[in-house]
């Protein structure tokens, strides 16, 4: 943004020596120093390309109802829209200045302003779901802000098409703090002639103030996955993270945790300094990260005299837990039917009768992997590799019965 605004800037005047400017420059003198060299950059590349959008009219690309909620919920400045919209209106002095919050696409995802404004606003075009990227349409603040990753403003005759020659705009990119990448851009439009030479600081302001946003977000949603985590982890034997759907660490045990790790999925194993080769186990809001185990053999040693426990040794330090009698019964079920373990339904016949209950089994082994850790493998269940359950025979057959199957087990 090289042409300087001040206060005693008279507009018309400043409109008239870029639109003349501007037609020298289409006809193929050198730009002026006054031109930015990304304004006459961006025409160059429209010019050379078989673009929609013309000198006269710019290309208007609307995207569906759908896909504009779907990429509103993927953008973390969701989480600041509110306090964005109440600051503008606050703040704005001018009632025909309006406001855009685009992605790096260039969809305009929300907007706000006056009933002043939003009329115009509509017929040019500028509503949620259109798009103002530079492929879509042409020169524009947004378009140049997401090609150039700064701040700019286009005045008037700097847009490539006539038809928004009209209007200013002004565009600042937004960051994710936690990343750094831009996750978004924030816009000022109105009128040419009422353009206030503050409202690019303005524009910038609202670009902070979205990034500030999204960092009390996600500790938010951090502070609430370990609130609603506490007790699971507080049973946790061994090291481990709890960590959001994107990674990041919210909290950690038994070891110096790291900021952030990959993003987890469903069975997924992956590496973690400090820890080694990790599984990851979908808990509540969130996922927990903790060691596979060692490559060596481990032994489980059940006790069922009494109320069941655990011991288990080749794991680190031996560690003892205490166990339901329904996850004791789970666990010889799974040592009995050894590497080709068993499904949901088939722990449904064996521990129910029937093939009704596999989401209380698949519960029941959830709590149960919370419990014992990595002891555990799913799809099928099983004992993990290495593992080695042992169990006196006398001590199982008091709590199996006659029948060979515990009888009148409970949670």
């Not at 490539?160 to 209007?167: A, K, N, Q, T």
């Amino acid at each position: 943004m090289t042409i300087s605004v001040q206060a005693t800037t008279d507009l018309t005047e400043l409109a008239r020596e870029i639109n003349r400017d501007r037609e020298a420059i289409m006809s193929g003198a050198t730009p002026p120093p006054r031109f930015a060299g990304e304004v006459v950059e961006s025409w160059n590349r429209v010019q050379a390309t078989d673009h929609p959008s013309t000198v006269d009219d710019h290309h208007r690309v609307l995207i569906s109802r759908e896909e504009l909620e779907s990429r509103r919920t993927a953008n973390p400045v969701r989480h600041a829209m509110d306090t964005i919209k109440r600051v503008f209106a606050a703040s704005a002095d001018d009632p025909m200045m309006a406001l855009g919050i685009f992605d790096t696409d260039g969809v305009m995802l929300w907007r706000g302003g006056s009933r002043t404004v939003l009329p115009e606003a509509d017929r040019l075009g500028l509503v949620e779901g259109s798009r103002w990227d530079e492929d879509s349409a042409a020169t524009t603040a947004v378009g140049l802000a997401i090609r150039n990753r700064h701040s700019c403003r286009i005045f008037g005759a700097e847009h490539y098409s006539r038809s928004l020659h009209g209007l200013f705009c002004t565009a600042a990119p937004v960051h994710d703090p936690r990343t750094g990448e831009m996750v978004a851009v924030a816009g000022l439009a109105g009128p040419a002639m009422h353009m206030q030479p503050a409202a690019s600081t303005l524009t910038t302001a609202l670009a902070a103030l979205a990034e500030h946003e999204v960092t009390l977000a996600h500790q938010r949603t951090l502070a609430e996955l370990r609130y609603h985590s506490c007790a699971q982890l507080a049973g946790l034997h061994g090291p481990g993270l709890l960590v959001d759907d994107d990674g990041w660490v919210a909290e950690g045990r038994g070891c110096t945790p790291p900021v952030r790790v990959a993003a987890p999925t469903q069975d997924m194993r992956q590496f973690v300094p400090g820890l080694g080769m990790c599984v990851v186990e979908r808990l509540g809001m969130g996922w927990l990260v903790r060691p596979a185990g060692p490559a060596g053999p481990v032994v489980a040693e059940l006790d069922l005299d009494g109320e069941p426990a655990v011991t288990v040794t080749g794991d680190g330090d031996p560690w003892r837990t205490v166990l339901t009698p329904r996850h004791a019964q789970i666990l010889l079920l799974l040592s009995d039917a050894g590497e080709h373990g068993l499904t949901s339904q088939q722990l449904s016949m064996m521990l129910f009768g029937d093939d009704n209950h596999t989401v209380s089994v698949r519960a029941e082994l959830s709590r149960l992997r919370r419990v014992v850790g990595a002891l555990v493998a799913s799809r099928p269940y099983r004992l993990a590799p290495r593992v080695e359950l042992r169990v006196n025979p006398e001590q199982r057959s008091a709590f199996e019965g006659p029948s060979g199957r515990r009888r009148a087990v409970t949670h």
